[in-house]
């Protein structure tokens, strides 16, 4: 029994949400259902691990796609409100699907970070394989896995803005110990307390003795970018503590000036931007947890071997 590809649920969804109320996508998916005529068998319809009905895990791929071109807005978490945009989407009486939504840089930024991954599988496995004939099935994982981190990322950013300036700072200490750097918790905690910012925002052993000390400046920007200024200010600060390694971190990004800045001196400054910084995060497990596992088997050939 086939159902209407996750596109499909964009019009309706923007139609349900057209009064500009804030609301949560379980109180209006029954409504989105009866727009698109779904039949009660097929809102049976569950993914392989069950945990899930296809036409929601399809409405939840609809929204997020309008949420990337800017088409809906997320004010708090599980809510979501239509914008000024997406009101004009179905104002234009147009179809709402990707080659619509490709005419907003949002869209076509977030499809370029997701590196052209596919769109959420259909349910007859046969039409995955003529609608994707150029990619294997571990490729398709893989551009799943993919455009589901890419949106992960964006998720972790705004919790990262929405914090303190302070948990920021405590969070860049917890990724160097996460990343297996030396020292503890309870060391880099007190060295962040000693040094009272000053240009330095957390000390961290590079190794478990203590031999060498990196020290830490986090800035949570949203739309400054980071320039050579900072940085000097930071290499500044390391010449104050004598030290010779830096990992400066920022939410935002570097202009050409800083990047140019760190190639010209002779102390060693790391730069990590919001993209690279969400990155180690989800490689190093911090602040992520794992929803479901997805195991890919190959037969043992040893196992058939005869003696």
């Avoid at 068998?41 to 399809?58: C, E, M, V």
């Avoid at 005419?103 to 769109?119: G, V």
Wanted: hydrophobic content about 40%; overall charge negative; some cysteine.
């Amino acid at each position: 029994m086939s159902l209407p590809d996750y596109q499909s649920f964009m019009t309706p969804l923007l139609v349900c949400l057209g009064d500009s109320k804030t609301v949560k996508l379980r109180d209006i998916d029954a409504d989105v259902y009866r727009k698109l005529g779904l039949s009660a068998d097929q809102l049976k319809l569950r993914i392989p691990s069950g945990k899930q009905t296809y036409a929601y895990h399809r409405l939840g791929w609809a929204k997020t796609y309008l949420v990337q071109a800017g088409l809906i807005e997320q004010p708090r978490r599980a809510f979501c409100k239509i914008t000024q945009k997406g009101l004009a989407a179905i104002e234009s009486g147009e179809s709402i699907n990707n080659q619509y939504l490709s005419k907003f840089d949002a869209f076509l930024d977030f499809k370029t970070r997701s590196k052209d991954a596919n769109e959420p599988a259909q349910v007859n496995a046969t039409s995955i394989v003529s609608n994707n004939a150029d990619k294997t099935p571990e490729e398709l994982i893989e551009a799943a896995v993919d455009t589901l981190n890419t949106n992960l990322s964006d998720e972790i950013l705004k919790a990262i803005l929405a914090a303190s300036p302070v948990y920021f700072e405590n969070l860049v200490v917890d990724l160097m110990l996460a990343m297996g750097y030396g020292g503890s918790r309870k060391d880099a905690g007190q060295a962040t307390q000693y040094t009272q910012d000053g240009g330095i925002d957390g000390v961290i052993k590079e190794d478990k003795l203590g031999l060498e000390m990196i020290y830490l400046q986090a800035k949570r920007y949203t739309n400054k970018t980071v320039g050579r200024p900072d940085i000097q200010a930071f290499a500044g600060a390391l010449d104050m503590h004598r030290a010779k390694k830096g990992v400066f971190i920022t939410t935002s990004g570097f202009n050409k000036e800083a990047l140019e800045y760190v190639g010209m001196i002779e102390k060693r400054i790391v730069l990590v931007d919001g993209a690279q910084l969400t990155e180690l995060m989800l490689t190093h497990n911090l602040g992520v947890s794992t929803k479901q596992v997805f195991e890919v088997k190959a037969v043992d050939s040893d196992y058939f071997m005869e003696d």
